[in-house]
């Protein structure tokens, strides 16, 4: 099961490419129409804030390449 968070981003992404697609909508219609806050949407797309994922990386103890590494070991 997906999690919240993933789920948002999900949204926010589909958004954003609504919005590359079309630059013609309005941030307010997109925001409304995937049911993320105006806000948020409007500061990825003028480049004010990253993913939370990308945002906190250098907090993170493995890097994403790290954690992609294990996982594929893992797997095996």
């Known amino acids: 099961m997906p999690r919240k968070k993933d789920n948002k981003e999900e949204k926010i ?12 909508l309005s941030v307010r219609k997109l925001a409304d129409l995937y049911g993320i ?7 990825r797309i ?4 990253l993913p939370a994922k990308q945002a906190h990386e250098t907090q993170q103890v493995l890097s994403a390449a790290e954690e992609a590494a294990i996982g594929t070991w893992i797997k095996k």
């Open 37 to 43: 806050p105006k806000t948020t949407l409007h500061n």
């Open 46 to 49: 003028s480049a004010k804030t």
């Open 13 to 24: 992404q589909q958004a954003l490419n609504a919005y590359a697609a079309d630059s013609t």
